[in-house]
């Protein structure tokens, strides 16, 4: 049986923008927000989807959902056209809005829940089973009968992600799920979200700028830039395919010559502290332990590499490539 | 789906957003009492600005105080209604602007209908009964013979005028999809067209007349099937049958709102913002 889930073909998305370029007179121009896009998803994948602002990644995630009309190339979802059976479809999705909450300001939190459980004719038994099983994990207990406007960021995401799959959607959707959230409640989300995908098989798709969200629950990256799919794979080959480095500052007794340790490198030294580069698919783990046995260390600290240098570096190389083969292609002829 | 089915689909998520807002509203329940009091005392005003007029003058435009008060009552209650139901719609240039228009598509409703239940406020109740007790009023003083049609003819203009008014709102929320910003527009033609309604047409110039007869319907929420009633000549030398219009005018504007709006959805659908 074909476990496709999600299927895109090189989906398309065009926006008339209209500038005003003087008084009363417009300019007309065509921003392709999404260009060409195929991939495929599998039932029960989880899948980060990331790049910098204005990629594409919401206009995406609006096509799939049916918010948005493709402007050209086929889109599935469940064997759905999104665009054209979105209410149909709304049954079988879920989908959280990392910064708009979809419930209730003034009311308490299970009245939202409540309005769920009849506007998406939940059957009762599913409905009080799925409640206790989403108040347990993701620990709302206390919090149903808080008005949501009380409720403290990291309380409301774990609300709205509740919201999204009390209906037992096939596919979760979530654009930044932990923006803004403090380091416990990123956890308590993530390890929420991993167990969903894994005892519950959902497929989930997930927008971010964290890394770690994609480090910690993503066998799957895609990243798009300009509207183009730039990387599909693992994790890992993003870093090798954009050769990027994590940086290791490290604080020395006292001042030292820089330290010698391949294949990190010193790139900056300032009094005791140094700082390190090394390939990001490298252990940091393994260098800190040499450093840690040769020199006397005080104390450490591991950067990850962003998100966007990242993509700046792919999006360079991918220019240069083309650029060389167009000299390559010149010098045949 | 067939129509009738979509059409139970909104009725019953209408009513159940209402209820939210509802609900909402009430935990507040000083501000809920205030604004509804409030809501009351600003609508009376309206029509104690036509009192004071009537303190000076016996007729307006060749109109007796009863007669103004049956068109005053008329569109003031047909309009309530409509506002009751859909009067909300002017904030969803505010749910385009900010993004949160997209969580109600993603819902399993129409839109329309979590549009039209958006804010729903019942202080808006104040407009409607301020309307009735001077329908009412006008109904007891107003000098005419009254014979069956022109009493059928009054329930007919409330819901006929309630259903334009309510198309009027409609087109409007279509125009905001487009413009993004133009409640303000939607306002000059609802509000601005149910005080307009409020006084005799002869007190307006002939093309005024002319089109909120023809361009936009407005003229058949009360002036033409009152004129019948009153057994004054019409605003414009319309057939008598005109008089019995209003459902038809008022079924096809509802039409012509839904087209509007299906476009206005499309075009969303298709541009984003």
Redesign the interface.
């Known amino acids: 049986m074909d476990d496709t889930f999600i299927e895109l073909d090189g989906v398309e998305?065009v926006?008339?923008v209209r500038k005003k370029t003087g008084f009363l007179k417009r300019e007309r121009r065509q921003v392709r927000?999404v260009d060409s896009i195929s991939f495929t998803v599998a039932r029960g994948e989880m899948v980060g989807y990331i790049g910098p602002n204005g990629a594409g990644k919401s206009?995406t995630i609006?096509m799939l959902?049916?918010?948005?009309?493709p402007?050209g190339g086929r889109l599935r979802v469940a064997g759905i056209d999104p665009?054209r059976e979105?209410?149909?479809l709304?049954?079988r999705?879920g989908?959280v809005?990392g910064q708009?909450t979809?419930l209730?300001?003034?009311?308490p939190l299970i009245?939202s829940y409540k309005?769920m459980h009849?506007?998406?004719r939940i059957p009762d038994a599913r409905y009080r089973e799925n409640l206790d099983r989403l108040v347990e994990l993701l620990d709302l207990g206390v919090l149903l009968d808080v008005?949501v406007r009380q409720l403290s960021l990291g309380q409301r995401m774990r609300g709205d992600i509740a919201a999204a799959l009390l209906h037992d959607p096939e596919v979760l959707y979530l654009d930044e799920p932990t923006i803004g959230l403090d380091v416990i409640s990123k956890a308590k989300v993530r390890e929420f979200l991993r167990e969903l995908n894994t005892e519950r098989g959902t497929t989930v798709l997930l927008t971010t700028h964290d890394l770690q969200d994609i480090e910690q629950l993503c066998s799957r990256v895609m990243v798009i830039d300009h509207g183009r799919l730039m990387y599909d794979g693992p994790l890992v080959g993003l870093h090798e395919v954009g050769e990027s480095e994590r940086t290791l500052v490290v604080d020395l007794e006292r001042e030292l010559p820089p330290i010698e340790a391949a294949p990190a490198r010193v790139v900056k030294v300032e009094g005791p502290r140094q700082w390190l580069a090394f390939p990001a698919a490298e252990s940091a783990a393994v260098l800190v332990a040499r450093i840690a046995a040769e020199y006397p260390l005080v104390d450490l600290s591991v950067r990850e590499p962003d998100i966007e240098a990242v993509i700046a570096k792919m999006y360079a190389e991918q220019a240069e490539k083309a650029a060389n083969a167009g000299n390559a292609g010149k010098a045949i002829s | 789906?067939g129509e009738r089915h979509a059409l139970a689909e909104g009725l019953r998520?209408y009513g159940?957003?209402a209820g939210?807002w509802v609900?909402?509203s009430m935990?507040?329940r000083t501000s809920f009492v205030v604004t509804v009091f409030g809501n009351l005392v600003v609508t009376a005003l309206d029509f104690v600005a036509i009192l004071l007029m009537f303190s000076q003058v016996d007729s307006l435009g060749g109109w007796s105080l009863p007669e103004v008060a049956f068109l005053y009552g008329l569109s003031a209650t047909a309009f309530g209604i409509a506002d009751l139901v859909l009067g909300s719609m002017d904030v969803l240039g505010g749910r385009i602007r900010?993004?949160?228009f997209?969580?109600l598509?993603?819902?399993?409703?129409?839109v329309l209908a979590q549009v039209g239940a958006d804010h729903f406020a019942l202080r808006r109740l104040g407009r409607i009964t301020q309307g009735a007790v001077v329908l009412g009023y006008a109904l007891v003083s107003v000098d005419v013979d009254w014979s069956a049609p022109k009493v059928l003819l009054v329930p007919v203009m409330v819901v006929s005028g309630a259903a334009i008014f309510s198309a009027l709102f409609v087109a409007g929320a279509a125009f905001q999809i487009f413009a993004q910003d133009a409640a303000e527009v939607q306002n000059a033609f609802t509000y601005g067209g149910t005080t307009l309604l409020q006084y005799p047409p002869t007190v307006f110039g002939k093309d005024l007349v002319r089109g909120v007869t023809f361009m936009l319907p407005l003229a058949f929420v009360n002036w033409v099937s009152a004129a019948y009633v009153l057994g004054r000549p019409y605003p414009i030398g319309l057939p008598s049958w005109a008089a019995f219009m209003s459902p038809l005018v008022a079924a096809a504007c509802c039409a012509l709102a839904g087209l509007a709006w299906r476009a206005g959805l499309?075009s969303y659908?298709?541009?984003?913002s």
């Open positions: 998305k926006f008339d927000a206009t609006k959902t049916g918010i948005l009309t402007s665009s979105r209410t149909r709304a049954h999705i989908v809005f708009r979809t209730w300001w003034d009311l009245d309005l009849r506007m998406y008005p | 789906m998520a159940l957003i939210m609900r909402s935990t507040y900010d993004g949160s997209d969580t598509l993603v819902r399993p409703a129409p499309r659908r298709s541009t984003g």
